[in-house]
């Protein structure tokens, strides 16, 4: 479904991206992870050309989305959701009006669809009745359930998430790992996390990539990754693997 081939990019001085090359399957969810720093939010934001690398190409089902234009590019991420590391609600809507912003904007349904929509997928994440609350008056937690309601509501094929249970105690962050996979083989979607939520995240992975010194260590099954025996993988499974968010 997502191809990254050969993907540089640089950030001044600075080469994150090294000749990055990882396909995304369709269905299943995908984790990558890495050290601290080692570019898997860039990673990340390339698959859906919010970043556009400087060499190299993203394909998704078959399309360099490098190439595009804003018209077709805007059409391609039609098929993505995307639930930013610290929710990005806009604190002057309430909760069911962030959620329904996407369909305002990309859609031409009537007022009484959205609702329904929204309303919808506020209960599928634990929200229900709570839609006119503003995002100040709720907790961390919810704010990440509301995001992940925003990042469903149009149907997309794809959900990128990225760092998904930052900043949260680890019974809120094994709920929302909990929810994520619920909703996916509830509703089917191709899944993408970047996480330093390790071992936890591979509970719910079906693959799992790692991002090494602007490459990809190793990727495949989550069993098989476990079992990997490239020694950066190996060094990395085997260490203290508690990190603050990327920065990239």
Do not use: C, W
Not at 5 to 25: P, S
Not at 199 to 211: G, K, N, W, Y
Not at 222 to 248: G, H, K, M, W
Request: net charge neutral.
């Amino acid at each position: 479904m997502i191809e990254v081939v050969d993907v540089h990019k640089n950030f001044a001085r600075q080469e994150v991206l090294k000749g990055t090359n990882l396909t995304i399957e369709e269905g299943g969810i995908t984790t990558i992870i890495g050290g601290s720093g080692s570019g898997k939010t860039v990673l990340l934001k390339t698959m859906i050309a919010l970043l556009l690398p400087d060499r190299g190409q993203v394909r998704v089902d078959g399309t360099d989305i490098t190439r595009l234009g804003e018209k077709p590019l805007n059409e391609v991420r039609q098929k993505f959701g995307f639930l930013f590391q610290g929710a990005a609600l806009l604190d002057s809507m309430t909760i069911f009006d962030n959620v329904a912003f996407p369909l305002r904007e990309r859609t031409r349904l009537g007022e009484d669809a959205i609702g329904a929509k929204v309303r919808e997928r506020l209960d599928q994440v634990g929200l229900k009745d709570m839609g006119y609350k503003y995002p100040a008056e709720v907790s961390g937690g919810m704010k990440k359930r509301a995001g992940f309601a925003r990042a469903l509501v149009t149907d997309p094929r794809i959900v990128l998430f990225d760092e998904p249970t930052t900043g949260l105690d680890p019974l809120l962050a094994k709920s929302v790992h909990q929810l994520i996979a619920a909703m996916q083989s509830r509703v089917g979607f191709t899944g993408v996390i970047v996480s330093h939520d390790i071992p936890e995240v591979f509970t719910i992975s079906h693959r799992v990539a790692m991002l090494a010194d602007g490459v990809i260590a190793d990727s495949g099954p989550t069993e098989e990754f476990l079992r990997s025996s490239s020694p950066t993988v190996r060094r990395f499974l085997n260490s203290d693997t508690s990190e603050p968010a990327d920065t990239l």
